[in-house]
């Protein structure tokens, strides 16, 4: 606990002392997520992020969470510098989406209009049309479904399929998946609901169809943080990743969480469900890449500007 105070100190002192502003997703560590809240900097989904940063005036975002969030917020601010606690941290679905295969799926259905998740690298994300975040996806298909396109989708096969069943687009799905999404079991969360009846069930749409169908409210992260004060319900069951039940508990401290079951289960662990490329970010990382500008984010300009196309689209979209 000392190390971790004099963690958060250093960084309540080199964010005023570099002009810079810290954003963190909901998936990562309590304490950063605090200080991030605590600074005037924002925790939140993937598109709040991406559209708190490009609006921010500070010159330097330290962007805690994986590495598609810090690319977005540099594609999006190229003159900022985009400052990240572990370069590492990476995502199963960016990882699963690789330029050059993405590149010949696209050439196999020239006729398709390409919409791609924002779980991507900047080179997929150069070659789509649209880009969406899981907030806002569901809105983005519909309208481009209601324009008689047909989609050719990238990477999450469960949430591409879920946007398809919701709106009945001729969508093709790249068969990506996030590893912790996952993991989610059906059976035993439908055995879960029976323990618990009058249980709100949230699911994150990266979830498979089976976990999806048993849920009372399928969004992204803010979303189902969202639905903990909407809803007059007193106990929840919550599909996505256990980082998301900090803020939970904060919003209603009187209301009772429960982590939906993962294959990883355990009698020390119900649920696994933690990403771990969210969990390399550390107060030591924020602290260090403040001081030392380690971990800088950088991209080449052309294929940020070429990959900021499919982002603006989604952000005229989204105002
Ligand atoms: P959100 O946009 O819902 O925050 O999702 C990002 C993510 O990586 C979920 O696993
Ligand atoms: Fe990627 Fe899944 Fe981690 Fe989100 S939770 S960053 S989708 S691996």
């Not at 990562?28 to 925790?43: P, R, W, Y």
């Not at 690319?71 to 606690?85: G, N, V």
């Not at 295969?101 to 209009?113: G, S």
């Not at 990883?264 to 969990?279: L, V, Y």
Request: include cysteine; hydrophobic fraction near 45%.
């Amino acid at each position: 606990p000392q190390e971790r105070e004099f963690q958060k100190d250093r960084i309540r002192r080199l964010l005023a002392s570099r002009n810079a502003v810290l954003v963190a997703h909901y998936y990562v560590d309590a304490d950063i997520q605090d200080l991030a809240e605590e600074t005037g900097g924002c925790v939140s989904d993937s598109l709040e992020m991406a559209r708190f940063g490009r609006d921010h005036a500070a010159d330097t975002l330290v962007v805690s969470g994986v590495r598609f969030m810090g690319e977005t917020a540099k594609i999006l601010s190229p003159e900022k510098r985009i400052l990240m606690p572990d370069l590492d941290a990476t995502c199963s679905l960016d990882l699963g989406c690789d330029p050059v295969a993405f590149a010949a799926f696209r050439a196999r259905h020239p006729d398709r209009t390409v919409v791609v998740y924002a779980n991507t690298s900047a080179a997929v994300k150069a070659q789509a049309d649209w880009m969406v975040t899981s907030s806002i996806g569901l809105d983005i298909v519909s309208e481009l479904h209601r324009q008689g396109k047909k989609i050719l989708w990238a990477p999450d096969r469960h949430l591409g399929s879920y946007i398809q069943r919701e709106t009945g687009a001729d969508m093709v799905l790249w068969q990506g998946s996030c590893t912790v999404h996952d993991e989610f079991k059906g059976i035993e969360l439908d055995l879960m609901r029976k323990e618990h009846p009058g249980a709100l069930v949230l699911v994150h749409p990266e979830s498979p169809a089976a976990v999806v169908a048993q849920a009372d409210v399928v969004g992204s992260t803010s979303r189902l943080l969202a639905a903990v004060t909407e809803s007059p319900a007193t106990t929840f069951i919550v599909a996505t990743d256990q980082g998301l039940l900090h803020k939970m508990r904060l919003a209603a401290p009187d209301k009772t969480f429960i982590a939906a079951p993962t294959a990883g289960e355990s009698a020390t662990c119900k649920s696994c469900a933690h990403c771990p490329w969210m969990a390399m970010n550390s107060l030591k990382g924020v602290a260090d890449a403040l001081e030392f500008g380690t971990n800088e984010v950088h991209l080449d300009p052309a294929l940020g500007r070429q990959a900021k196309v499919c982002i603006d689209r989604m952000l005229d979209f989204a105002a």
